[in-house]
């Protein structure tokens, strides 16, 4: 049977990414600096036989096979899953993918450094081979699949989303955020908020970090807490491994960040078992996966109920002050303030900062504007959404994050994606479980847990995005939640 | 060139071996308890796979027309090292090694819990089994190479090595060591030792482990040192990971442990830099990798200079004690005690346990003996050599070790072949260096160092051992070195 031999492939395939995630990860966090060399060709020899047993010839006469074969509904979920993974792989030839990799780690690298100096004109000229190369991908991404090409490209992390779906909610957000932003700003002007005293030891931080793990629910006889310089989430389903970096002046950081990364860890954790190894048992998209890291990590763990929950645990562990007054706690995680760096944002101006870069990266790809146009753009739009000036700072402007210097253009969206399906869910189970919030306050997060297993996690990929929500929340996709959310958090001081 | 596709194909290994490595790393040292199942499955799959590649039928091809290419030397040596590891892995059918891994793992975690319950007809019934595979093993590796059945067994970790050369050394041994047991008990008896007091806490027994590291010269660039339940040295040579395990009651053994793999580590990270992946730059054997390990452990860190040197550190970690005296540290590292655990005899007994294993297993593979007869012979050698008695105590006899669980028969001579390399090294570097003594206790490594890394470590598998032992000694193995050195430290209060 064609079908069970494609499945058999993916099961190999699991395998194979099983080593190459673990590896991925111990670079990561335990890799020594001279163990790097080796670590990347490793990595690259069985990158490069996982592509050549995905596109070999066989795989797609089984898919051909399969397609006529009579399946359980599951079997034929998992054939849509594996038809796409397919159709992704076998778009590009492979002296692209590997220009691609050569010009994406050369950008990259450089732009280390090159952010460091404020370095544009040197940059500058890296990212035009990447977008060049990347404009390529999405030509025959479209032509393969009929989208346009920065569709193409955003098919690859939101299956099934569209820019005109992308448009519609950004147009609405773009109506009414700007001025929420110097709302909330006006009016937590009068706010007195007390900081709190460091320094906070990295033992004591992690012992934090664990223990609103455990509050949340991470499974740690399936998982870990460990250090890395960029915070993620990474391993496997069957033993998931989160980072973070500790700041020994302020655990505000470490702890937002392990309790988002538990978000991402949850999902992870909870697809269905019975079908790990095959397509279908991965996570529906990046902005689902986003929807869990925020759902925990704003829909949860800033609200006033969350933290008068961890205030004596915070006490606890650093000793007594001030400043872990419960509402003191609430109005430092809840603080609205624009900044030129994204990953430092809060819950309200980070739309902001996706907005804009989607923008620019839609253009660019679709070939309306060139690289040399990017720094105006972005002061442009830096001005009209935040108000602020980022003329000539190019390392905390377009130069600031990672994704463009290899490559990875159409991911921006998930972001906010996320924070709205985020806020859609914590809406229909406020709907579903009037007593939520008194819930959280008594940390028992079962319940939140019991409904985002069945709706979400056990799901993974049977049913598509549209599906998903449909069936989740009973509606599409509905920014007014977002919204509303941030109306009755940061305006009339609820949540 | 056939030689050129012959040394990319282990080149490719290499790779893959690499992410095994460090996927067995991580199950033994970071891995949670329910990563394991896949973590098992995904080691399988990649293993399969090098098996396959290394014995497609291309490969011998290769190596056929390899031969009658013109080749540098080094070319040469790489290729007569290809083809002992190529006929070792044809040797077998698959099924055959298939039938091994089941039954070694089942009779292995049977083990586990049988040696708890000292249950030694349970644990028999087990490896029966294996032994029937070993013998079948054996036999076709006896056939293919034309040596007895142990010998083709144990020239899978001592290559070249023979029975008859065991015997030589062995039965040399079994002359002089029963007696010199007997006389340093006597003469030790009248020794006043004071025991260090505890608890040492794990953080500073690894700093304590750290720092003998750094003395003996490991790179923490290329490598790290964890915890793990039993310990070892893994990862690559790229990025050597060792191990040990710490009691907060006592830190001689994590300290002597971790310098012991300390040697094994700077043999693995000063291998042939240009020659890595090919099996020419591979250590040489076990045992010449145990003369590494024994070298540091035994020639250098448990030597009246050594420990002079360490002993103000261990002070400064530790807080002073009368214990801490270098004199009293030295008869503390070079107390004697017979005793019934192979892992913790001291250096003079430890040969002991080696030579009885030796018998029975030998006699065990060429059909001598049953299972049913290790119990007695067991009882008999440690009585012979030990004088101690084990009879119906399987758990600490014949049932401790885990190495016959999985069936590998033919190793444990090198551990003692390793102890007479090791003096067989160093006196040769006495010979040449004879302000070597001094040297060691100023925490000068630097000249054996580099006597080891050209004798030994840059030559990996470039030459047989006899070859490497001639260059490197200037005579063959001569086990009079080793009864030397035991004579001198224990008898004449020397080193």
Known sequence: MSYQQLSERFQQLHHYRHLLSIAGWDQATMMPAKGNDARANAIAELSGLCHRISTASEVYDWLNAAEQETLTHEQQANLREIKRQLTHAQALPE???????????????????QRIDNDWAGFAKNLKEVVQLSREEASLRAEQTGLSRYDALMDLYEP???????DRVFGDLRQWLPDLIQQVQTQQKSQVITQPQGPFSI???????????????????????????????GGVPEDVRLTTRYNTDSFAESLMGVIHETGHARYEQN???????????EARSMGIHESQSLFF?????????????????ISR?????????????????????????????????????????????????????EVEHIPDLWQANMQRYLGLNTAGNYKDGCMQDIH???G??????????GAMYAAQWFHCIQQQLPQVENQIAQGDLGQISQWLNQHIWQQASFLTTPELVQQASGEALNPSYFRQHLENRYLHNLR
């Open 95 to 113: 002296s692209l993918v590997l220009a691609q990799s050569k010009a994406g780690a050369k950008c990259e690298h450089a732009w280390r450094q």
């Open 160 to 166: 099934g989303m569209r820019s005109a779906e992308v």
């Open 203 to 233: 033992e004591q931080q992690k012992q934090l970090g664990q223990y609103a793990m455990q509050l949340l629910g991470f499974d740690f006889d399936a998982g870990r807490l460990d250090v890395s310089s960029h915070p993620f989430c």
């Open 271 to 281: 697809l269905p078992k019975n079908w790990l190894g095959q397509p279908v048992a």
């Open 297 to 313: 990590e704003m829909q949860i763990a800033r609200s006033r109920s969350f933290l008068s929950h961890l205030a004596p645990e």
């Open 317 to 369: 562990i650093f000793g007594a002050q001030a400043a872990f007054d419960p509402e003191n706690l609430y109005q430092l995680y809840t603080r609205v303030e624009p900044g030129l760096i994204r990953v430092d944002a809060d819950e309200v101006t980070y739309p902001a900062h996706v907005m804009l870069r989607y923008e620019i990266e839609q253009a660019l790809i679709e070939g309306q504007i």
């Open 404 to 406: 463009w210097t290899d």
């Open 408 to 417: 990875s253009f159409g991911y921006f969206p998930s972001y906010t994606l």
